[in-house]
């Protein structure tokens, strides 16, 4: 049946996830074990300001490459994978009986109510520590939705002060040609 095959590619999916998710954990703990080992290398004879040069060349390494977006990427692929199979589970549960599929859906609904709310907290307060990929994306939408909303009212603005105010259409009338080139 076709519920079959959605439950086996969501849970398949979410196992695949689980797994890349384990070997990038693995490799971030060997990449940090690397990274402490190169900033505590220090031989006797070594001057502290080479000590620091090291220190500092290694540290701009990791933020170039950023390790740390590599670690939250882990975190967000872990929660797509528990989304994935979870959903699947449900899926699962329902032709066999309604009480399970239910309790699941329910249990589901409070864990990732809870996400939610972790999720939005450190909007209301930036000191709070419950950061998750959700709240970078919220972080993001309201960064780009303000910045829409200044860039639309300036725009409205000049246009309204120049147009109407000063009756200038000087600038429109160079500017239209341009645009209907692109």
Known sequence: PQIAVIVNTLWFLSLVISLISALLATLIQEWTRDFLRDIQRRTPDMA????????????????????????????????VAVILFLVGLTL????????????????????????????VMPL???????????????????????????????????????????????WVKSFVPKLLVL
């Open 124 to 170: 209301w307060d930036n000191s709070c520590p419950y950061r998750t990929p959700v709240t970078y994306l919220l972080i993001f939408i309201g960064w780009a939705v303000m910045s829409a909303t200044v860039t639309l009212f300036l725009l409205s603005w000049v246009l309204w002060e120049s147009l109407l105010v000063n009756h200038d259409w000087t």
């Open 92 to 119: 699962f549960l329902y032709p066999i009986h309604h009480t399970p599929a239910i309790v699941v859906e329910i249990t589901g609904f409070i864990a990732a109510s809870i996400y939610l709310l972790f999720s």
């Open 48 to 79: 502290v300001k080479e000590y620091a040069m090291n220190h500092i060349f290694v540290r701009m390494g990791v933020e170039y490459f950023k390790l740390d977006y590599v670690t939250s990427l882990i975190v967000a692929l872990m929660h």
